[in-house]
């Protein structure tokens, strides 16, 4: 009886649309005729002799690269600092590292647009005076990803990095206060003590990178390239939108939405399998 409620929210938001779009990946609709047409694993085949399916794999890929990066070392290495190094003033750089996450990720694009603009935005402007110029990255191929990949991991930062440094705040200051009096260096208490002895949080947020991050990269490739171009900025996730609201293929559009979850999947067996073995827990 406890779990009826949240069993039945599970089933009408997740289950059942879930159980829908396995089952609109084998036909033809086009979400607008009474009938749709049963073609089997056609829309799975059509989606892997495409050219462009290698092309949308490298850039997922590489869109996950560059978020674990971003959103996932990067703050536990702010965290390390903020904790152990800096002395003075953390809580105006919590705040301002945080600052970012409460703002839209629309606003935030805008934001970045502007200011990478290669003719007339800031960018630009100080490039000149130093005598370089500013590509236009949105035309880049590899370039857009890392630019798109930057706008994203700037809205989701500042959260995980308070969730990390929740984790690092944890780890007993006696520890690593015994660690330098054996004059052990710094960066060896980074690796061997404060990575480890915070672990259990560090898995929560390396999860927590991929999922939300392959999420919200959606607005930015939506606001600014639409895929483009030719294709050097669409990853999965994007891929779907376009199939099912670009060329109205509902079925293609399923496919491809299977296949991240079996990606998703895949990289969550990886984790448990062999990242799980060495998280560090308290009790």
Sequence with gaps: MLLAPAAAIFTVFMF????????LSFFDWNMTRPVKKFVGLANYISIF??????????????YIVLLLVMDFVAPYIFSFVLSFVVK?????????????????????????VWLLNPLSGPAASLAKALGLSVPIWSNTQGLVIVVISVITSWKIFGYNFIVVL????????????????????TWRIFWNIVVPMSSST?????ILSIVTGMQQ???????????????????????????AFGFFKTGTASA????????????????????????YYEN
Excluded: C, H, W
Excluded at 49 to 62: A, H, P, V, W
């Design 49 to 62: 002799t495409d050219q462009s399916f290698g092309k949308i794999m490298g850039n997922t890929l590489l």
């Design 202 to 206: 560090g898995i929560y947020v390396l």
């Design 256 to 279: 491809y939405a299977i296949l991240i979850m079996i990606l998703f999947a895949f990289l969550l067996f990886l984790e448990f399998k062999y990242v799980e073995k060495g998280v």
């Design 16 to 23: 059942y649309p879930l159980a829908y779009t396995v089952y």
């Design 88 to 112: 003075k003033g953390k809580s105006f750089f919590k705040s301002a590292i945080f600052l970012p996450s409460v703002i839209s990720l629309v606003v935030g694009t805008m934001i970045f």
């Design 217 to 243: 990269v959606f607005t930015p490739i939506n606001m600014v390239t639409r895929g483009g171009p030719d294709n050097a900025s669409t990853n999965l996730v994007y891929a779907v939108y376009d199939q």
């Design 166 to 185: 929740a984790g690092v705040s944890s780890v007993p200051l006696e520890v690593v206060e015994a660690a330098r009096v054996d004059k052990i260096p």
